[in-house]
Structure formats: structure tokens, C-alpha cells
């Protein structure tokens, strides 16, 4: 409703335009005059009424009912989740690598069957963003220091460690893979950019599924083999950038071909020792190398060292290594800095790892009761064991799976478990460090595949948790994916 001045200046023209032409005299004048002055008080009612009416209020979202979601709410056991927009990434998304930069920035990737995808968010998880790429062979995604992203792509061409059938037949050449750029702010990726790869001899190892070493923006390294057991490191940046020359690796070191920290780290072994050395900047030498104690270096070690690690937080990557004669160990490392933690129990087979605020969790085998339980350790080697477990397994054979994350103030742990006929999502946290779990409470349980409630990724920026989920939209026959966050190292949740 209009009121003071603005009502006024309604008043005063409809008087105005009441009054222009009035007549001097006479009956009829003074009728028309009447019916003038109608005529504008009516037009004067119709304003006010346009002036009085009621803005209307955008309508509020919908919260489902518990287990039900619509495209921009779930509603879980444990509370409320945002909806992620379904161009941001399908829900048929598979989730690989997490990269926690800091208590804001964090970029999740993954991929679909013809589709690379990175979820990124500069804000703990309260806004999302994506970078997007179709492939038609294979995709690796790496994350820089400032945390800038790289996006490999490449075709499975033959294999030139297999000799082929006849010495006469020449080997074909592989297509060199290309590299996509994307500064942390950046809303797209780059236009692809091809890898100068050295002459590839034959037993050469052929660069699939390589992992690049992220420098910056513009810069990033491959480390290839043209020679069995010779690596170089191999530059590219965006189109248009100048191309640095190669470095190769000395002669009597053996490299894994996954950098590791960010800055990201070179591994390379020499006998039995693992060495550590920064990835050079484009036109600067290798360093000396240092090397890593207390870590025994076996195939099965290594093998382990030249897979992605398996968790990403700072400038720390994380990895467990297999030691002899049947011990599991946890080594971290970054450019500067490495570590090699003894787990208190030997870790579980495909164990989940969980990394955060300066803090490592790992489901191992409990010495004593030989079930599954947790272990959290500091950087410093300090680890502590669950006294109890903190789930209990249902007895009918079924599938599992478990993320971990710590906070500053404590840890927590998700467990999915499933049947052919039935499902189930917990949560359970210790307030502790580790040392005592609450009871478990369920974020979803249910039967049949309608109503599903799956974990996508946990993710810890110091003392918020932010669980992605993926339902069903009630009501319809798709998917999508949701986000909530806890400020309490799990004890409540909420949208973001």
C-alpha cells in the first residue's frame, strides 16, 4: 500500500485533472463538471488500489517427508540436504579423487562413461561449481598447490610393452595424450593442448591413465618411459604456451609415475630406497633427492606407491604401503616434508583412508577380536584404536564400503551397507579422537532400490563435515545428487 508523500501526489492529480477544463457556467456545465469529478475519483480509487496491492512472495521450498526428496531438498534421518542442479554433474557420477586444499577450497572429481567432471567449491561446500569434458578413451584429473586443475585425457592405443608378432612389423605410433587447464576461479576448461611426447621405443611403456604433475595455471609435467625403466619428464601448458625442454630421471633411478603433494613431489627408487624430490619448474634441474626411512621398499610397495594416493588434504598426499612380513604402514608426503606412520593393526583389505586437519584414519583389523574397526593417527606417528568398533555388521552376507574423516575436534565415519533386498546409511562420530565411538544413528535405511540413499564423498574442512548424497526425486524416475554439512564434527546436519 502506498502511504504519505506518494499518496499525496496521487490525490493532488487526480484533483488536478478533476479541475483542468472546468467550465464557467451553466447547468450542463456543471453536470459534465460532476461527472469529470467521478470520473477521476474512480481513477484515483483504481491507483490506490494498484499502489495497496500486495507484493507476491516467492513460494517456499518444500521439505519432503523423511526419506523423500525433491529436486532441491532430501530429508534424511540425521536432517536436511541441499540439491546439487543436475548440470553440474550427472547422478550417475563416479566419484575418484578428493582434493581438500584448505578450510574453503576442495575440488571432487570423477567421471561418467563418456564424460570427464570436477565439482568444485571455494566455500566449504555451500556453492558448487563444475568443469566438464567429454572423453572417449581415458581421463586423470590433478590439482595444483593454488589450486589450479589439469585435466589428462587420451585414447587406449596398443600396447608397446608386448612385442608384436614378427620382428619386421614396425610399432604403431600411440596418439599423445592432451591437457586441459583451469585456474581455481575458472568456470570451463582450457582448449586442449597435446603432450610433445620423445620417441617411444619399442617395450616402452604407453602414457594411459598418466597422472600430470600440476606447476600452475600454464604449466604442468608428464612423467613418461620412451625407454623401459627411463622416465623424462615431459611439459605442456595451455595453447599457445612455449614448450620447455624434457628432463630425464638418472639413469640408475627407477620412477613411479604418479606425483604425489602439492607442490607436487617426484617418486623415484634407487635399490631399495624410496627417493623424494620436487617436480622442477619448466627450464630447471632435477634436485638431490632425499630419501624416505623407515619404509621398506617392495614390488608390492611399490606397486602401491605408483597408484594414485589415496586421499588428498594441504600439500600432503597420503598412500598405505604394504611392509613385510604382513604390516601395513602409512606414508605421507609433500614437497618438503614426508612421513611413515605404523598402523597399531594391520589395515583392512582395500582399507578407506581418511585425511584432514593434520589427522589420518584407516579401518584396520582389530588384533583381538580380528573385526573391523578404526585407527586415527597424527602426523607425528601418535595412533589411537578404537576401544569398540563403531558399527555392527549385519549378519547376512553383504556388501560394505566406509568413508572416514577427521576434524579438529574429532573424527567421524559413514558405513554403507547392502543386500540384493535391503540397504542401510550410518553415521557414527568420537568426539575422542578416535578412542570411543557415539551409537551409530542411520541417515537411510530401507528396502528395495526405490528410495536408495548412497554416499557420494565425505569431505572435512577443519571442523565442517560436508557429506554429498545421491537419492531418488520422489515422484519421478531420476536421480540427483544433495549436499549437507555439519559445523559439529557431525553431530547435526544441515543444508549448507
Known amino acids: ?41 474512480a481513477a484515483l480509487t483504481a491507483l490506490l488500489a494498484i499502489g495497496c496491492k500486495k507484493k507476491e512472495k516467492p513460494e517456499p521450498i518444500t521439505v519432503p517427508p523423511p526419506g523423500a526428496a525433491s529436486s532441491d531438498e532430501l530429508t534424511t534421518a540425521i536432517g536436511q540436504a541441499r540439491g546439487i542442479h543436475s548440470a553440474l554433474a550427472p547422478s550417475s557420477t563416479r566419484w575418484q579423487r578428493a582434493f581438500v586444499l584448505d578450510d574453503k577450497r576442495a575440488v571432487l572429481t570423477g567421471e561418467v562413461e563418456n564424460e570427464a567432471i570436477a565439482l568444485v567449491t571455494d566455500n566449504a561446500g555451500r556453492t ?37 608378432r614378427g620382428a619386421a612389423v614396425a610399432a604403431p605410433a600411440a596418439d599423445p595424450p592432451s591437457l586441459l587447464f ?10 586442449p593442448s597435446l603432450v610433445t611426447l620423445p620417441e617411444m621405443s619399442r617395450g616402452a611403456r604407453q602414457p594411459v591413465n598418466a597422472v600430470p604433475a600440476v606447476l600452475s595455471a600454464e604449466s604442468a609435467a608428464l612423467l613418461v618411459e620412451p625407454k623401459p625403466r627411463r622416465a623424462t619428464l615431459v611439459y605442456a601448458g595451455p595453447p599457445g ?8 630421471l638418472p639413469a640408475q633411478e627407477q620412477a613411479l609415475l604418479v606425483p604425489y603433494g602439492r607442490p607436487p613431489a617426484l617418486l623415484s627408487m634407487r635399490g631399495r630406497n624410496l627417493l623424494v624430490r620436487p617436480v622442477p619448474e619448466p627450464g630447471k634441474p632435477l634436485d638431490a633427492p632425499r630419501s ?37 604402514a ?7 616434508q614426508t612421513a611413515v606412520l605404523k598402523l597399531p593393526a594391520k589395515a583392512a583389505p582395500g582399507a578407506p583412508v581418511g585425511c584432514a586437519a593434520d589427522r589420518i584414519m584407516v579401518e584396520v583389523v582389530s588384533p583381538v577380536t580380528k573385526e573391523l574397526t578404526i585407527a586415527a593417527c597424527t602426523l607425528d606417528g ?58 551409530p544413528r542411520f541417515i537411510g535405511e530401507g528396502t528395495g532400490e526405490r528410495g536408495r540413499i548412497e554416499l557420494g564423498a565425505l569431505l572435512s574442512f577443519g571442523n565442517r563435515l560436508v557429506m554429498l548424497l545421491q537419492a531418488d526425486v520422489t515422484g ?12 559439529d564434527s557431525g553431530l547435526t546436519w544441515s543444508p549448507p
Open 330 to 336: 602409512v606414508v605421507a608426503i609433500s614437497a618438503t
Open 476 to 487: 519421478t524416475s531420476r536421480r540427483g545428487w544433495y549436499v549437507a554439512a555439519s559445523e
Open 1 to 41: 500500500m502506498l502511504h504519505g508523500s506518494g499518496a499525496g501526489r496521487l490525490v493532488r492529480a487526480a484533483r488536478g485533472a478533476a479541475g483542468a477544463e472546468r467550465p464557467r457556467r451553466g447547468r450542463g456545465a456543471r453536470g459534465g463538471a460532476h461527472r469529470r469529478r467521478a470520473a477521476a475519483a
Open 182 to 191: 583451469a585456474p581455481f576461479e575458472a568456470t570451463e576448461l582450457s582448449a
Open 241 to 248: 604456451a612455449s614448450t620447455a625442454a624434457p628432463v630425464p
Open 128 to 164: 558448487w561449481r563444475s568443469l566438464r569434458r567429454l572423453r572417449e578413451g581415458w581421463s586423470t584429473w590433478s590439482v595444483g598447490a593454488d589450486g589450479s586443475t589439469v585435466l589428462t585425457v587420451g585414447t587406449r592405443g596398443p600396447d608397446l610393452s608386448k612385442p608384436a
Open 382 to 439: 601418535a595412533c589411537v584404536l578404537a576401544e569398540k568398533p563403531p558399527f555392527r555388521p549385519w549378519l547376512e552376507p553383504h556388501e560394505r564400503s566406509v568413508a572416514l574423516a577427521p576434524t579438529r575436534e574429532g573424527v567421524a565415519a559413514v558405513l554403507t551397507s547392502r543386500t540384493a533386498a535391503r540397504w542401510g546409511l550410518y553415521i557414527a562420530q568420537s568426539p575422542e579422537a578416535g578412542k570411543i565411538y557415539d551409537v
Open 292 to 328: 624416505v626411512d623407515g619404509l621398506v621398499m617392495t614390488p608390492a610397495a611399490t606397486a602401491a606407491l605408483s597408484t594414485p594416493p589415496a586421499c588428498d588434504f594441504g600439500g600432503w598426499s597420503i598412500q598405505l604401503v604394504p611392509q613385510p612380513p604382513d604390516t601395513t
